[in-house]
């Protein structure tokens, strides 16, 4: 149980386009979604906490208006890459609270700008 | 906001040794602890996790240990094997996931 199913695995745009990435939870509601980047051999890094219904919260050097972030319903949220440039190239991961105790996560979109 | 600091950074161990690995946090209103590991990739995985109010837990050969004054938990993993090689990441929440840097665990036969 508690599945988030995330698409797409890689894609690949060209530089000043945009990318949507979602994240839908198949068997439970999320309330609240966080976004994570990963960069080549580093740590997961919070971007954003999304809440259904209401404006996400952005981590401290995080641009809100290039990473557009949308949690209209209790089972999707999505984050869209504007403009991206090639370093925004990057593996950006979502993940839910599953009950009171532990997180489940997508499985993971591979971005890269070229 | 929570800052977790992970030691070793890359960690090497003969087959059927121990591997240890140590996390400290900041933020005394963390909870739980839990341990990942990843493979290149893909999502991380749960191996183990700890709530605050233990302050140990075994799996078979995996165990952790917290110590809530001191603001630290570490990973241990013993009877070490070949699969065990991977990147560890441990993590603490304050209603929201904070990382470690990470540890490449090398695991030679």
């Known amino acids: 149980g508690a599945v988030v199913s995330q698409h797409p695995s890689w894609v690949i745009c060209k530089s000043g386009t945009s990318v949507k990435i979602e994240c839908r939870s198949l068997?439970?509601?999320?309330?609240?979604m966080f976004w994570y980047r990963q960069f080549p051999k580093q740590s997961l890094m919070l971007m954003a906490t999304?809440?259904?219904?209401?404006?996400?919260?952005?981590e401290q050097g995080v641009e809100k208006d290039k990473f557009l972030i949308n949690h209209a319903s209790l089972t999707l949220s999505t984050l869209t890459v504007t403009s991206a440039h090639p370093e925004d190239s990057s593996f950006y991961i979502c993940?839910?609270?599953?009950?009171?105790?532990?997180?489940?996560f997508g499985s993971g979109t591979r971005l890269t700008v070229v | 906001g929570e800052n977790v600091e992970q030691h070793p950074s890359t960690l090497s161990v003969q087959e059927g040794d121990s591997a240890v690995i140590k996390c400290t946090y900041s933020?005394?209103?963390?909870?739980?602890f839990p341990w990942y590991k990843q493979e290149l990739g893909k999502r991380p995985q749960l191996i183990i996790d700890?709530?605050?109010?233990?302050g140990e837990k075994k799996d078979q050969r995996i165990a952790v240990t917290l110590n809530k004054t001191a603001k630290h938990f570490s990973l241990h993993i013993t009877e070490t094997q070949p699969e065990d090689s991977a990147v560890y990441f441990c993590?603490?929440?304050?209603?929201?996931?904070?990382f470690g840097a990470g540890t490449t665990v090398t695991v030679r036969a």
């Open positions: 933020d005394s209103a963390s909870n739980y």
């Open positions: 700890i709530r605050s109010n233990v």
């Open positions: 068997d439970f509601q999320a309330t609240t």
């Open positions: 993590a603490a929440d304050d209603y929201k996931l904070s």
């Open positions: 993940s839910a609270r599953v009950g009171t105790y532990g997180y489940t």
């Open positions: 999304s809440n259904e219904g209401s404006k996400a919260t952005y």
